[in-house]
């Protein structure tokens, strides 16, 4: 069929199909709008509102230089804290010189805190500068605090020299007078004009978002996150299990070897004595003087005889005080 010969029903597939793309293409936008709406509202957030939100400036850029899911962050070395770590803005640099203008919000940006020390109507907040942030080279690491729900702030600054920050950490005189944002703005930034801020990572007291935790996170990410923080918890608390034999041990002049002390722990470990209270004390002391009165505990260089030795003097100890108080425990 010829071009001229082709009848409005002809074309009628070929509109429908561009109608189904266009329309396919809209809903992809729309759902692509609103993921991005949904993100900026469950995110934390490091911004500088040009003229702070004046009236007369209502559509002036807002600056972010550093953001994060709220969703992705993790309980902290100390579980009682949610550490959220920043992406770095790449297009947008902060300056020393504007850290007073800067402030921590979260959905979409309501401030949670603010870095103006000049505001009085601003809750308490302090900080220290802590010299060198893990594998951060030259660049100085300084953290805040925020009143009164603490939260805190970690940031680097670069282009201040190493020499000189280190100076003022030993000095540790930076804030006998002024706040620590005046003496980084007023001093520190006026010294070096191109210096600038790399905001890290923003970290919340637990209790104080603790309905966030449970509303934002998925139920899978629930489930992951609180299994990091309950291996933490049990690492920790091993931890202190191990310090608190080594001690005694070295306490009570008995120089074991590692494999002696090693045994003593996994039998610990073995019978569930994995935290220390003050019921398990007792029983771990009990068992480590018992262990001092097995033949050959102390005295063999072979580890996998110790351990053997060990779980044998259990076995004929079986129906004692000291294995009753350790099933019961």
Same mark, same amino acid.
């Given at each position: 069929?010829?071009?001229?010969?082709?009848?409005?029903?002809?074309?009628?597939?070929?509109?429908?199909?561009?109608?189904n793309?266009?329309?396919?293409?809209?809903?992809?936008?729309?759902?692509?709008?609103?993921?991005e709406?949904r993100?900026?509202?469950?995110?934390?957030e490091?911004?500088?509102?040009?003229?702070?939100?004046?009236?007369?400036?209502?559509d002036?850029?807002?600056?972010?230089?550093?953001?994060?899911?709220?969703?992705?962050?993790?309980?902290?070395?100390?579980?009682n804290?949610?550490?959220?770590?920043?992406?770095?803005n790449?297009?947008?640099?902060?300056r020393l010189?504007?850290l007073?203008?800067?402030?921590?919000?979260?959905?979409?940006g309501?401030p949670?805190?603010?870095?103006?020390?000049?505001?009085?109507?601003?809750?308490?907040?302090?900080?220290?500068?802590?010299?060198?942030?893990e594998?951060?080279?030259?660049?100085?690491?300084?953290?805040?605090?925020?009143?009164?729900?603490?939260?805190?702030?970690?940031?680097?600054?670069?282009?201040?020299?190493?020499?000189e920050? =280190?100076? +003022?950490?030993?000095?540790?005189?930076y &804030?006998?007078? /002024?706040?620590?944002?005046?003496?980084? %703005? $007023?001093n *520190?930034?006026?010294?070096?004009?191109?210096?600038?801020?790399?905001?890290?990572?923003?970290?919340?007291?637990k209790r104080?978002?603790?309905?966030?935790?449970?509303?934002?996170l998925?139920?899978?990410?629930? =489930?992951? +996150?609180r299994?990091?923080?309950d291996? &933490?918890?049990? /690492?920790r608390?091993?931890q202190?299990? %191990? $310090?608190? *034999?080594?001690?005694?041990?070295?306490?009570?002049?008995?120089?074991?070897?590692?494999?002696q002390?090693?045994a003593?722990?996994?039998?610990?470990w073995?019978?569930?004595?994995?935290?220390?209270t003050?019921?398990?004390?007792?029983?771990?002391?009990?068992f480590?003087?018992?262990? /001092?009165?097995?033949?050959?505990v102390?005295?063999?260089?072979?580890?996998?005889?110790?351990?053997?030795?060990?779980?044998?003097?259990l076995?004929?100890?079986?129906?004692?005080?000291?294995?009753?108080?350790?099933?019961?425990?």
């Open positions: 069929m010829s071009e001229d010969n082709m009848s409005i029903s002809d074309l009628l597939p070929l509109v429908a199909a561009a109608l793309d266009q329309a396919a293409a809209d809903a992809a936008k729309e759902l692509a709008v609103a993921r709406e993100d900026t509202s469950h995110k934390v490091v911004l500088r509102a040009i003229n702070d939100g004046d009236d007369d400036d209502e002036g850029d807002t600056i972010v230089y550093g953001s994060a899911l709220f969703e992705d962050g993790q309980y902290a070395s100390n579980t804290l949610w550490n959220v770590t920043l992406e770095q790449s297009n947008n640099i902060c010189a504007d007073r203008d800067c402030h921590i919000c979260v959905g979409g309501f949670m805190a603010t870095l103006d020390d000049t505001d009085s109507s601003n809750p308490f907040f302090g900080g220290s500068i802590d010299g060198e942030w594998s951060s080279g030259d660049a100085c690491e300084v953290l805040l605090c925020f009143c009164p729900h603490s939260t805190w702030l970690f940031f680097l600054i670069h282009g201040w020299p190493r020499e920050w =280190e100076a +003022v950490i030993q000095e540790n005189d &804030q006998d007078e /002024e706040h620590i944002i005046h003496f980084l %703005v $007023e *520190v930034a006026v010294q070096y004009p191109d210096a600038t801020v790399e905001f890290k990572e923003v970290t919340f007291a104080s978002i603790h309905g966030a935790l449970k509303r934002l998925s139920s899978k990410r629930k =489930e992951v +996150v299994a990091d923080r291996r &933490q918890i049990a /690492e608390d091993w202190e299990v %191990v $310090e608190f *034999v080594e001690s005694y041990l070295q306490a009570r002049g008995i120089l074991s070897e590692h494999h002390t090693r003593i722990l996994g039998i610990l073995i019978k569930g004595f994995k935290t220390r003050e019921a398990n004390d007792d029983v771990i002391l009990r480590i003087a018992a262990c /001092e009165q097995s033949p050959g102390f005295d063999s260089d072979d580890g996998e005889e110790v351990f053997t030795t060990l779980m044998q003097y076995r004929e100890q079986s129906g004692s005080d000291l294995d009753d108080h350790m099933e019961e425990s």
